[in-house]
């Protein structure tokens, strides 16, 4: 059985369906009721946690969930709910546009926080919200679920133990052969995501990499991107599409390592394809399945690892509430976040001067 941080015999109950024991009723409220969803989920999994209330601009969306999952409260402006005292914790799960704000106001209103990714639309919005938690002396967790996969936890665990050894390079990358959302709505609009594939999708694989590698500090990063297909099928169809349809980029860390990341929701690619690979001094490691290449007596060892199949998404939900009844750090910190949106906003940067951006 693995042990997931510090999770002990909740993977156990999660597994098994049954309900995670807790000790003080925790009350959470949903922003957002899209990828919410996902959170509501994980928040079932935990017993002596209720679902208060759902918070979405379309009232019958987030009536609908207030019926499915059992909250007693509907509203459509967050800043409604932030005034319930009996919520104890907010999962953000809006557009990126209004992660900053939303989560502002949830410190202010002395709750915690887990936001989904990316953690704002720029860096800078991403420190006012980890000043804005310091401040209020609440929990800040990011939703970078991906850490908490069954797999990700067992690779991270032989990394610690040395069997890789030192990490020195590593390529990861989300390519889609076609698959841009809601063409023409916010996640094609610069101004509510931020960006197109890189922040949506390479933020994931870009965030799951760097935890891997223990997280050291980007230095400078080299990236390009492109826009060849959605322009124009937002001209046809109508809508915004002023993001990129793929994007790539040179990561240096402080530590001498390289990442190279790419990113894309449309590409003449044979398939969709999700990857990581770690390239160590004493051996590598990748994803689908889990497997580790090294050296035994002078020989190739190829070594492909079991693992419990574990909700990544579930899991961070499970490990939030652990967070806040405990009063400890999340494994995904909000400086953490903030760390992965350095490097985005250096590649979209470094896109629109052609060159090289240093990051302090």
């Known amino acids: 059985m693995l042990v997931v941080w510090g999770l002990r015999t909740l993977v156990c109950n999660v597994k098994s369906g049954k309900p ?35 918070c979405d601009i379309d009232r019958e969306r987030a009536e609908r969930c207030a019926r499915e999952y059992g909250a007693k409260d509907v509203y459509t402006d967050y800043r409604e709910m932030m005034n319930d005292d009996e919520i104890d914790a907010v999962s953000v799960c809006t557009p990126n546009a209004l992660h900053a704000p939303v989560a502002i106001a949830a410190f202010e209103a002395g709750k915690h926080v887990i936001c989904e990714k990316p953690i704002a639309t720029n860096a800078e919005e991403g420190k006012a919200m980890v000043e804005a938690a310091k401040k209020a002396g609440k929990i800040f967790m990011m939703g970078f679920n991906n850490r908490f996969r069954g797999d990700t936890q067992l690779l991270k665990k032989c990394i610690e133990a040395g069997e890789l050894g030192e990490i020195y390079y590593a390529k990861t990358g989300w390519l889609r052969r076609r698959g841009i959302p809601g063409l023409g709505g916010w996640f094609t609009t610069k101004s509510l995501s931020g960006g197109g594939p890189l922040i ?35 001209k046809e169809q109508g809508g915004t599409y002023d993001v990129e349809d793929l994007a790539c980029g040179l990561v240096k860390l402080e530590n001498g390592a390289t990442i190279f990341v790419e990113a894309s929701w449309q590409s003449h690619v044979e398939r969709e394809r999700i990857y990581t690979q770690l390239v160590g001094t004493k051996g590598g490691a990748e994803f689908d399945p889990l497997r580790i290449y090294t ?40 400086e953490h976040g903030v760390h992965i949106q350095l490097i985005l906003d250096a590649i979209y940067k470094s896109t629109e001067t052609g060159k090289g951006v240093e990051i302090a």
């Not at 574990?310 to 494994?331: A, D, W, Y």
């Open 200 to 234: 949506d999708l390479g933020v994931h694989v870009l965030d799951l990499t760097l935890w891997l590698m223990g997280n050291p500090k980007p230095t400078y990063v080299l990236g390009s991107s492109y826009a060849m297909f959605g322009p124009q099928l937002a």
């Open 295 to 334: 050296d035994v007596n002078g020989n190739h060892a190829d070594i492909q690892l079991q693992h419990p199949n574990l909700s990544g998404h579930e899991m961070e939900i499970v490990h939030f509430v652990e967070c806040i009844r405990e009063n400890k750090t999340p494994i995904a910190t909000g």
């Open 20 to 54: 995670i024991k807790g000790e003080v009723m925790i009350r959470v409220g949903i922003v957002g009721t899209g990828i919410g969803r996902l959170h509501a989920n994980g928040y079932k999994k935990c017993q002596d946690v209720e679902i208060k209330a759902f």
